[in-house]
């Protein structure tokens, strides 16, 4: 590339030598008139003046241990090439490759190669080596074992060591320090949740994550270096709040409790819940739910006491309840209550699979009484194609939604589960009406979401994310990496602030936000606020009348008091028109009352739109 045009000046170096075609190359490094190419098959050089590189035939390669495979950097200093792969490190020196000069580092996993000054720097493993000019075998330790990536220098050829997880590394006046941007810890989000004061903490699952909050302009990142009353794992897989009190669930740790400053950690070192068979210190606490008691509830994936449930009262009281014997090897997972105090539970993975219903009768420690019930994969899901379930929720008006590899499937009436277990209500196949047909709903589903309005959150193994009506017949809008900013179409987790609308989507690769109408209602009316304004028609957008109260009545009026429209809200704070009268056709321009009020009439609120229809 030109780089004072920023023009490709040649068509792409698509095979080097013998390496296969369009190997993924790592790095790249000029020494003298030769280029050097560091791939995943190995290494390719081949001098650059009077060549065609477009041609295989132009490139040398060395294909040997150790760099015969995941060549991971290679480098230019003293006149030589240095290349580093996950299995050793080589030195080109006069047209020959060797190992290099110091068997510490010369067999070891090479992250990074760079030469700064007079000296090469390199990371061995986990640890920033340097070596002097003239002086290669001798190697000092510049910065012990860490989680270091990369390697580079300021302005004034100062090292500046790049870490995977806690930014960059390096050398100011009062010593070495880290820098970070405010961020989360890593770009996984495995679970969310929203507490009552609008803050999103996020758990990351993975071995080093730990838990991230973002308050709507900073980010802050629990483990348990900073945080040591966290436990013994910073491997969260799940989250849950009830009000402002936070419930982060490690796998290996147990159960974490944060309040404000005040953090507390269960596991079975200092309470009852426990262990795994060969690990009976590692708790693998899962899912998290509250009851309508303030109860909250904790599921455990794998145990050793044959009790994969668990209770914490609002008193600090751990109860666990006995597993059914056809349920004594299931992976208990996510976790629902709903409005009668059942709790819905994935069964995951191991035998059987399916959907665990519960109820104590409101005896935690009579379990004489408990009720128990199973909706079993073989024959309890109709269609017969369903292997996996991944979510459960209760929605705003108490049904029970599930989330399987085939789609979604609805409990109408879970009641009647609790009221005869032998003789449970089934489950019903989610289908969208497209035309004038309901077609089932078949997408890999991995998350589950219903919004203040009750509308229908879906995130996918493969497709992204699904926006459904109340019901989930009607698709409202599917946003997946080709129409809309969303970073990955593999959805881990989704969750919806009440207060903003914005729906948030974790992925392996990140976060993503989406601003709805999903706000909640206000308590009175004060100004009804309408946007656009003015409201210009024909438009592929619709008005936003903003500003009202729990299931709002609308009225568009005209300046002497016709009515034009009325409808309903959708629920919450905020509602749309798309500029039709009653009789389904555009409305003339003018200026328009916006009338919303409660089904009694006991609170009013008043806005104004202007309209203007091209072509008036």
């Known amino acids: 590339m030109d780089v004072n045009t920023q023009n490709f000046i040649d068509a792409p170096y698509y095979q080097l030598g013998s390496l296969p075609i369009k190997s993924s190359v790592t790095s790249i490094t000029v020494n003298r008139d030769t280029i050097f190419a560091g791939t995943k098959s190995g290494i390719g050089y081949a001098r650059i003046i009077n060549n065609n590189l477009n041609s295989p035939a132009a490139w040398i390669n060395n294909v040997s241990a150790p760099v015969n495979a995941n060549v991971n950097t290679v480098e230019s200093f003293d006149g030589n090439v240095f290349a580093g792969s996950e299995t050793g490190f080589v030195i080109y020196s006069e047209g020959l490759w060797s190992l290099y000069p110091n068997s ?8 990074n190669i760079k030469a ?11 640890v920033i080596y340097s070596a002097p000019s003239g002086n290669l075998p001798n190697i ?9 990536s990369v390697i580079q220098s300021d302005a004034a050829l100062t090292p500046v060591y790049g870490s995977n997880n806690n930014g960059i590394y390096y050398k100011s006046n009062t010593g070495y320090v880290y820098k970070s941007p405010n961020c989360p810890f890593t770009s996984i989000f495995d679970y969310m949740t929203i507490d009552d004061s609008g803050n999103l903490w996020a758990a990351g699952g993975s071995g080093t994550a730990g838990i991230y909050k973002f308050d709507g302009n900073n980010w802050t990142n629990y483990n348990n270096i900073d945080y040591p009353a966290l436990g013994s794992s910073n491997n969260f897989r799940k989250i849950n709040h009830i009000g402002n009190t936070i419930y982060a669930l490690s796998y290996g740790g147990g159960v974490s409790i944060i309040k404000g400053d005040y953090i507390r950690n269960y596991d079975p ?8 068979s060969g690990g009976p210190n590692f708790c693998t606490t899962y899912g998290g739910a509250e009851d309508t008691k303030g109860n909250f509830w904790t599921t455990f994936y794998e145990q050793n006491v044959n009790k994969s449930l668990f209770v914490l009262t609002p008193d600090s009281v751990w109860i666990g309840f006995d597993n059914p014997s056809y349920l004594h090897d299931a992976n208990y997972a996510q976790i629902a209550v709903d409005n009668f ?11 059987p699979v399916g959907l665990i219903f519960f109820n104590e009768n409101g005896t935690l420690n009579d379990q004489s009484d408990d009720i128990y019930g199973f909706y079993g994969i073989t024959n309890d899901f109709p269609g017969g194609s369903v292997t996996n379930v991944n979510d459960v929720i209760v929605e705003k008006n108490g049904e029970v939604w599930v989330a399987t590899n085939n789609g979604v499937f609805i409990i109408a009436n879970p009641l009647a589960a609790i009221q005869n277990p032998n003789n449970k209500p089934p489950l019903v196949k989610l289908g969208i009406i497209s035309g004038n047909l309901k077609v089932p709903f078949t997408e890999n589903c991995t998350r589950l979401k219903s919004d203040i309005i009750n509308q229908k959150w879906i995130g996918t193994a493969s497709n992204g994310a699904f926006n459904l009506s109340e019901d989930g017949t009607t698709l409202i809008a599917q946003y997946n990496t080709k129409n809309s900013p969303i970073l990955d179409n593999k959805i881990g987790s989704l969750t919806i602030s009440n207060k903003t609308g914005k729906a948030y989507f974790g992925t392996l690769k990140g976060l993503s936000a989406l ?10 009316f004060d100004k009804i606020i309408c946007s656009p304004n003015p409201f210009v028609l024909p438009s592929t957008v619709s008005l936003n009348i903003d500003g009202l109260v729990e299931n709002s009545t609308i009225k568009i009026l005209t300046i002497d008091g016709q009515i034009v429209t009325e409808f309903d809200s959708p629920g919450g704070k905020i509602a749309q028109w798309n500029g039709l009268n009653k009789s389904g056709k555009t409305v003339p321009t003018g200026i328009y009352i916006v009338a919303a009020y409660t089904k009694d009439g006991g609170k009013v609120g008043l806005g104004k739109v202007a309209i203007i229809r091209n072509g008036e």
């Open 104 to 111: 510490t580092v010369s067999g070891v996993n090479i992250k």
């Open 116 to 126: 700064i000054s007079t000296k090469l720097y390199f990371i061995a493993n986990s």
């Open 140 to 148: 000092f330790v510049e910065v012990n074992t860490g989680t270091w």
């Open 269 to 276: 070192s200092n309470s009852i819940l426990p262990g795994i």
């Open 341 to 351: 105090n059942t709790k819905w539970i994935v069964s995951e993975n191991r035998s």
């Open 515 to 524: 601003k709805t109408n999903a706000v909640e209602p206000l308590s009175s």
